[in-house]
Nanobody, 124 residues
Framework: QRQLVNSGGGLVQPGGSLRLSCAAS????????IGWFRQAPGKEREGISC????????NYTDSVKGRFTISKDRAKNLVYMHMNDLKPGDTAVYSC?????????????????WGNGTLVTVSA
């Protein structure tokens, strides 16, 4: 069974950092693009970052560019989201999602395997 498990969320003060994990089981991320999404209370889910199956291309939405970094650990079959300089507006449930792809780029549509989500709360 193909599954994604998210972890690493928690309560952090403004300006702090967290590292989220997206661990895959039942399939290899070598053939899947991964996207990170977040949904804040009362708002729609938004895609914030993605990485291609090869790991050579990444994309970030403007609101996290320069603060968040997505990376892939092939040996561990997981993807990380390193989050720095967190702001109260980053408070949300964060989930990763996967789609089979051999494209040179990545996006936020067509995802068919979703993680369980992890809550990030940024508050003083």
């Amino acid at each position: 069974q193909r599954q994604l498990v998210n972890s690493g969320g928690g309560l952090v003060q403004p300006g702090g950092s967290l590292r989220l994990s997206c661990a895959a089981s039942g399939f290899s991320l070598d053939m899947y693009n991964i996207g990170w999404f977040r949904q804040a209370p009362g708002k729609e889910r938004e895609g914030i970052s993605c990485i291609t199956s090869s790991g050579t291309y990444t994309n970030y939405t403007d609101s996290v560019k320069g603060r968040f970094t997505i990376s892939k650990d092939r040996a561990k079959n997981l993807v990380y989201m390193h989050m720095n300089d967190l702001k109260p507006g980053d408070t949300a449930v964060y989930s990763c999602a996967a789609v089979f792809s051999v494209r040179w780029d990545c996006g936020y549509t067509g995802m068919n395997i979703w993680g369980n989500g992890t809550l990030v709360t940024v508050s003083a």
